[in-house]
């Protein structure tokens, strides 16, 4: 087994956490590529520059790496001295020889697939100790880098469960990490996704000693009585008898130098619907700069107020340095699902660029209380369209049933901020965005940020809860089924191939109850675990839905925790035309530049392709893109991320294409680069499956031949 290389004994400082690459705006400044998206500034940036314009066209494939399993990987691997750490779709923990692609160690059972999608690991050394973290469902684990076997001394016999330190209310909540935690000198904190319905957990923020475990200190996102912003919410949100959420899921950024940790947020639980939760909803949708040692608050900037529409920020904000009127400022940069990039002086939370409150309508379904304003910046402009601009016009026009999709959107609501409705509304962009979670590259001393973007619509339509009334002639089963399973499956359980939610019909041909039953417990990929089912909510659902149930209609369960909500989504469903494409004319996915020293762009093209519109020679149309880009000193820009399955390389100065290659398997994440034995090389992880593509289950690294 191959172990990692000591590192210099000058670098390692008592007491603190020495990471092995990056400085304190977050650029990777050497050889390895040592911390989750490139570095603290979370820049997806590299200095290296043997790879180049001038010869990235003779890249080959340098080795491959086969996984024990296949589907969705979203990871953005870790190369620490000539070791790549990554994780499986099975969230199995690896470490491989950076130069070859030989597997060194492998953390967890193979047999059995973990419960949440990673996108990657966090390393810490003290230049003694060297130690990757890796979180398994609710837990996080702490492992010796050198041979993945798990460090005994971390919290209970190697591992801590992320319920740690939340109130008593919140320790049989769903909860698991799948982005990696922020390293600042001796703790990591934690990003946590929850369930987004009114089950929620509360998203507090902690931090926890990385030799012992320890909590060290927690902020409450949504406050306590006598905390800043505790009367944004009615009087007892605190104690989550309604909602919880206010979240840290997209992972955050660190300035070392200052001690400042910028950290955004989602939204408050229910997505939808806030009638329940009265107020601005602070800190829920915040750009959060906490002081990293303590926990403090030292300024935040809610980007969205009393959100209904799911508007998380998506991605780790970018510290970046933009020159301004002539004058030089350090900057941090938050991308949105809106399409919109926040731009903020770092220690002081002021706005490099003016956001002005636009008015917001206030109509809406009885008993939400919208915020009369919303946060939109004026420069720079979105980077991708927005609902209230969109016309009958702008309907496909490669749309085979354009005039009835044409009647249909004409009954929609779309204005700026529209409130859910029963009609359905607008959200463009889609839920997942404009920025999702792979999130912008930067230049981090020149100023210009690169962003991907989604150009899809998708239709929010509300119902009323179905009352026990309602539910009376159903069995248990299908009560169960009706109350927690229809928005993403269907009242049929046909699912919802083209928004990406598989059918239940025939389930038990596919799968044994164990599996389901395990399945219903921990969650898996994007579906969350359902914690708050009893033993006998559980077994009547899986008896439905494996069509066994003998149970009459009437019979009694506990009541639904969310009966006592008066609406409910009927689920996530894309905008799209009669042969499963977006039914609003392209592009469908934007690769942008933009100079935020000025707030103009420097380019943007569409990203991606549709095979069946490109052998009829239509030109690029752009198509839906999940996973960030790297950039380098060498002047390109690498990017899978499209369901088309390819890896690229762009000019990052103009956004010409220069080198594209077919992968195994769709990258739908961020890859990574880094140099081993004086070879620069780039790798990306290919678990395909999103967006109804081919699953895969390759890492493939690339270097110049």
Known sequence: MRFLQSVAAAAAFCGFAFITAGDQDGENSGKNWAEYLGGPGRNHYSTLSQINTGNVQKLKVAWTYAMPDSGQTQVNPLIVDGVLYGVTSGVQAFALDAATGRELWMFGDKSKVGSNTSRGLTYWTDGREKVIFHSMGPYLYALDARTGKIMERFGDHGRIDLHTGLPDIAQDKYMVSNTPGTIFEDLIIMPLRLSEESDAAPGDLRAFNVRTGKLEWTFHTIPYPGEFGYETFPPDAYQNTYTGGANNWAGMAIDRKSGILFVPTGSAGYDFYGGKRKGANLFANCLLAIDARTGKRIWHYQTMHHDIWDRDLPAPPNLITVKKNGKTLEAVAQVSKQGYVFVFERKTGKPVYPIKEVNAPLDALPGEFPWPTQPVPAQPAPFARQAYTLTEKDISPYAPDRDSLRAKFSTYRRELFAAPSREGTVIMPGFDGGAEWGGAAADPDRGILYVNSNEMAWILTMKDTPKASDLAALTPGQKVYSTYCTTCHGPERKGNAKSGYPSLLGIGQRRDHAYVSQLLTTGKGMMPGFTMLSAGEKAALIAFLFEEEKTEPGSDLPASRKTFLPYQSTGYNKFLDANGLPAIAPPWGTLNAINLNTGEYLWKIPFGEIESLRNKGIPVTGSENYGGPVVTAGGLLFIAATRDGKFHAYDK?????????????????????????????????????????????????????
């Open 653 to 705: 100065k103009t956004g010409k294409l220069l080198w594209e290659t077919q992968l195994p398997a769709a990258g739908f994440a961020t890859p990574s680069t880094y140099e081993v034995n004086g070879k620069q090389y780039v790798v990306i992880a290919c678990g395909g499956t999103k967006l109804g593509t081919r699953k895969g289950n390759q890492y493939v690294a690339f270097a110049l031949e």
